[in-house]
């Protein structure tokens, strides 16, 4: 990769002129008029956070801000997805895996000053597996007995029963740590141990960091004083700052059909890699007639997976059998338990008791993909006389409070960013309102097996299951469509789990 330079325009604000010279942009490079001036950072995400806590709310863009930039875990997940020790320097685990005595790191002080200590960590997960946890993913903790604190560097989860998966679901977003003086108010004022802090936010705009001059890990050499998080959702806007460097880097980019003009931009880069992020589309499987599984089954084979592809995400994509993806460990390729076949769908259709098909409502979160594969998924579903209208519906706080919590829908379709976890259709409360006893003994075993190849095994038959009853309709990966100046490094390529994380990230000298 060569070195580049950005151009001095991105300071300019050309907000206004958007909608008016996007297609001229799109059709010439920018001039690159003088150097590198700073260690500041402008990064473009599609959606705003509705808070900037990842330890009370769900949206995958909460992380993608905070994250490993703001807050930091006792372990990590690096941009292979491996666990890597972070604020717990080591770990040991009991041969009955029912005890895992972590050491701590020395002289991490919090943003406020406070100073992280097993009390501290034990405050931070005992507020996260409470009983009026909000925690978004508190499930991940009800293993847990009992936490102690032999002294201020140990500290030792005691477990009721083995969790295989223990160490991983501890480096999630949900998992950080946050300090006992500034949890309440960490959603609009994060105070975190990380290598940058929280300057301010204006909503419906940006959300601004700097370096922490105290960082506590020392081996790190930070390459940024400042960054900026710019929310642009609209694609054409997204290419438009780009092009004249009001944006120096889209880690995911919201318009494939727009990747090629990038190709020959001499300050630009594309990259390619791979997500967790699963789009499907969720049936409300308490509602007729989606819960009668040979419905499901055969609205499955009416979809056209690899033209679903081609049509809403311009060809970058995988299609998809069942709620995994080809990073997962034991993935198994299940897309040929239903391929398409509208005649087979039609009768199965007749067989159900539905021989001149129905109509239902898709609520469709306004996002380009979900807009572009819902239109897709209705011109299938007509060919086998199954009616589909399409409701536009807003993301996150609407889609979040009606579909996500409320469960009032009848078919939606959402990527579902989270890795591993296939748990979700054994939630009691989730919103697919799916229900089958195999399943949840099959992921229960799972989670108390600590042998990894044991449990991969586990989890193909979980694929299989899922695969074969179709509770949600299984579409496809979406990949990691980057788009930044050439004179960027340290982005990751790859999303092993959603985020931004710009310890390594720097301008090319």
Not at 139 to 158: G, W
Not at 297 to 312: E, I, P, Y
């Amino acid at each position: 990769m060569i070195n580049a330079f950005r151009t001095t325009g991105r300071r300019l604000s050309n907000r206004l002129l958007f909608g008016f010279v996007a297609a001229a942009i799109l059709a010439a490079p920018a001039t690159v008029l003088g150097g590198i001036s700073d260690r500041s950072l402008v990064l473009g995400m599609a959606i705003e956070p509705i808070g900037l806590d990842p330890t009370i709310a769900a949206p995958v863009a909460i992380g993608q801000v905070t994250w490993q930039n703001v807050f930091e875990g006792l372990v990590t997940i690096d941009h292979d997805g491996n666990i890597k020790p972070q604020l717990a320097k080591s770990w040991t685990i009991s041969a009955d895996g029912l005890t895992y005595t972590f050491k701590l790191q020395r002289n991490v002080i919090f943003h406020d000053g406070e100073t992280f200590d097993s009390a501290v960590a034990k405050a931070s997960l005992e507020r996260a597996r409470g009983a009026d946890s909000v925690n978004p993913q508190k499930r991940f903790f009800s293993s847990i007995a009992a936490i102690e604190t032999p002294d201020a560097e140990t500290l030792v989860l005691k477990l009721d029963e083995p969790a295989g998966s223990l160490l991983y679901w501890l480096a999630w977003p949900s998992s950080v740590i946050v300090g006992t003086r500034t949890a309440e108010s960490d959603k609009t004022t994060p105070v975190g141990t990380g290598p940058f802090r929280f300057v301010r936010w204006a909503k419906g705009d940006k959300v601004e960091l700097a370096a922490n001059p105290d960082y506590w890990n020392k081996e790190v050499s930070i390459g940024l004083d400042k960054i900026t998080f710019r929310f642009i959702s609209d694609p054409q806007a997204q290419a438009a700052a780009l092009k004249s460097g009001d944006v120096d880097a889209f880690p995911e980019f919201g318009a494939p059909e727009l990747v090629g003009s990038f190709e020959n931009d001499p300050n630009l880069t594309t990259v390619i890699g791979n997500t967790e992020l699963k789009v499907v589309a969720g049936m409300n499987n308490a509602r007729k007639p989606f819960n009668d599984k040979r419905v499901r089954q055969a609205l499955m084979m009416a979809l056209d997976r690899k033209t679903l592809v081609d049509g809403a995400w311009s060809g970058f994509g995988t299609p998809i059998g069942s709620h995994y993806t080809p990073n997962d460990p034991g993935f198994t390729d299940l897309t040929g338990i239903y391929p398409y076949d509208p005649e087979k769908a039609r009768a199965l259709l007749a067989e159900a008791g539905y021989p001149d098909g129905f109509s239902f409502v898709m609520r469709a979160p306004q996002m380009s993909y979900a807009a572009r594969s819902a239109e897709i998924i209705q011109a299938m579903f007509a060919e086998i006389g199954v009616t589909m209208t399409i409701e536009p519906t807003e993301f996150p706080a609407k889609w979040v409070q009606e579909v996500f919590k409320n469960a009032d829908y009848d078919m939606t379709i959402v990527a579902h960013a989270e890795p591993m976890d296939v748990d979700i259709y054994s939630r009691d409360s989730y919103y697919f309102n799916y229900k089958n006893p195999i399943l949840n003994d099959l992921i229960r075993k799972a989670e108390q097996t600590t042998d990894p190849a044991a449990r991969d095994a586990i989890y193909g038959d979980v694929q299989k299951v899922l695969a074969e009853d179709v509770p949600a309709l299984y579409l496809f990966v979406m990949p990691k469509l980057g788009v930044w100046n050439k004179g960027i490094e340290g982005l990751w390529r790859n999303e092993p789990i959603p985020s931004n994380v710009l310890t390594d990230v720097r301008w090319k000298e």
